[in-house]
């Protein structure tokens, strides 16, 4: 019998580590593994999801890939990974595999053909989640006049945003998409946001409005879709294309220390985000005097903290923070104020 895979999917920040998380802790007694991928070096959501302590998914069960994005690594990391999953003695029931919110998912499905794993593992589902209030804000719009006059300046520019592109292959290649952070906007403009991605969709395709990835298990998992096998219904504006990378965006970390308060930090954060259009940051920081390292979430201009698990009593009490945005961001500019925020250096 194969062993279902469902993908989680979804642009920087929707909300699918969350939503993984509520999955995780309302699994019913099925026996999960987990695979997470993340764009860039350090791997954030690897660290919350093992920090659930979950017994559904120990931490032997949740493997980190956070060399590159999953749909441009295939067969170095990701077919390795899966092989060492299914070839265990005791193998998982049902495999999640939480994308970088930069990746392609139709690679990932493709890879599902490989012979190795076509005879022992489906893809029972993949979840897109979308953030409503950033849609609502129009981060994934293309700005028409200014494409205009980027492809005056430049005729080879035949595409979109590549912000665009990925909100349109996540969404083509959905079996279900939640609307996740439904709380965060009103009622009218959550009908226009469905309104508006039901077009970038495919046919019969449901949606589920969700308030902190707070979707029913029985809704995410058990779709038996069997995506590998229904690749040409899912079209991609990569389709035909011998490779993909993402030159468009850029990340770097940035390392601290034991910070005397968050405030400071926020500050610092909010006015970074305004000023150069980040995209996404998120990390950890030790507070002195707390005995939990603090999480730090930002989706564009929202800025969340919260207290995660203790830290453990090996565990250096140190502060870092990844930063993504588009090609060009001022990364010597943005790290000299994080640094003072931090007090520690960059990699």
């Known amino acids: 019998m194969k062993i279902p895979t469902t993908v989680v999917t979804g642009f920087l920040g929707a909300g699918k580590t969350t939503l993984i998380r509520h999955l995780l802790q309302n699994a019913k007694g099925r026996r999960l593994a987990l695979i997470v991928n993340e764009f860039g070096d350090v791997g954030v959501d690897g660290e919350l999801l093992k920090g659930c302590n979950d017994a559904a998914c120990p931490e032997d069960d949740i493997v980190e890939l956070a060399n590159g ?20 003695p005791n193998p998982p029931e049902h495999i999640i595999i939480e994308t970088s919110g930069l990746a392609l998912p139709k690679p990932l499905i493709k890879a599902f053909q490989w012979p190795d794993i076509r005879t022992r593992a489906t893809i029972d589902g993949v979840v897109t989640l979308i953030d409503a209030d950033a849609v609502a804000a129009g981060r994934f719009a293309t700005d028409e006049a ?33 609307l996740n952070k439904a709380d965060l906007v009103s009622q009218v403009v959550l009908a226009r946001v469905e309104h508006q991605i039901r077009e970038q969709m495919r046919e019969g395709v449901k949606i589920v409005r969700a308030d902190h990835g707070a979707v029913d298990v029985g809704v995410l998992l058990g779709i038996t879709a069997a995506a590998e096998d229904d690749l040409d219904s899912r079209p991609s504006v990569h389709d035909g294309e011998a490779e993909h990378d993402h030159d468009d965006f850029d990340s770097f970390v940035v390392d601290g220390t034991e910070l005397e308060s968050v405030e400071p930090l926020l500050h610092v954060l909010s006015r970074l985000i305004e000023r150069h259009d980040i995209l996404r940051v998120k990390g950890m920081v ?47 500019a943005i790290s000299v104020e994080l640094r003072a925020a931090l007090g520690a250096g960059i990699r």
Do not use: N
Not at 69 to 88: E, H, N, S, W, Y
């Open 286 to 332: 030790a507070i002195h005097g707390k005995p939990a390292r603090m999480v730090i979430q930002a989706v564009g201009p929202r800025v969340q903290h919260y207290f995660d698990r203790p830290f453990k009593g090996d565990e250096p009490r140190r502060s870092h923070l990844v930063v993504i945005g588009q090609k060009g961001l001022d990364e010597a």
């Open 69 to 88: 994005c999953i749909c441009c690594t295939v067969a170095d990391d990701f077919l390795p990974t899966m092989m060492t999953l299914l070839d265990r």
């Open 146 to 178: 200014a494409l205009a006059a980027a492809r005056a300046a430049d005729p080879s520019l035949d595409h979109d945003s590549p912000l665009e592109e990925l909100f349109d292959d996540q969404l083509a290649c959905a079996d279900i998409v939640v």
